[in-house]
């Protein structure tokens, strides 16, 4: 049975090593990550997973938010274009079905419309 994990995980590269823990123990197919904190030159990389990431910054340079998808690289799997301004991104991963995982992270204070939930 292949397991999916979400995790607000609030700083990708102080809880790589949870999330390397994680795999080991579940072996999961996929893992949606909010709260990265990562900026697009840091470099983020777990063996044997792809990696997918929208990285934010807020206006002063300062990381802030951001998601990524860890996917298995034994899970044929592949990219889906968002077109939004949201902090998201997609995938397609075969299990035993075609699957799509989905990440997404709102500030607290965001207001959203349906549109922009809508939108692909």
Request: glycine share 4%; hydrophobic share 40%; aromatic share 6%.
């Amino acid at each position: 049975m292949a397991c999916l994990v979400s995790w607000s995980c609030r700083g990708f590269r102080c809880k790589v090593c949870h999330i390397k823990d994680l795999i080991y123990e579940v072996h999961p197919v996929c893992i949606a990550l909010q709260e990265t904190y990562l900026k697009p030159a840091d470099i983020a990389k777990v063996k044997r997973y792809s990696l997918v990431r929208k990285d934010n910054e807020n206006e002063s340079g300062r990381a802030s938010g951001g998601v990524a998808l860890l996917v298995s690289q034994d899970a044929p799997s592949y990219v889906i274009t968002l077109h939004t301004n949201l902090q998201a991104l997609a995938v397609r991963v075969m299990l035993s079905n075609l699957v799509t995982v989905c990440t997404l992270y709102l500030l607290p204070s965001t207001n959203v419309n349906d549109r922009d939930l809508d939108r692909q």
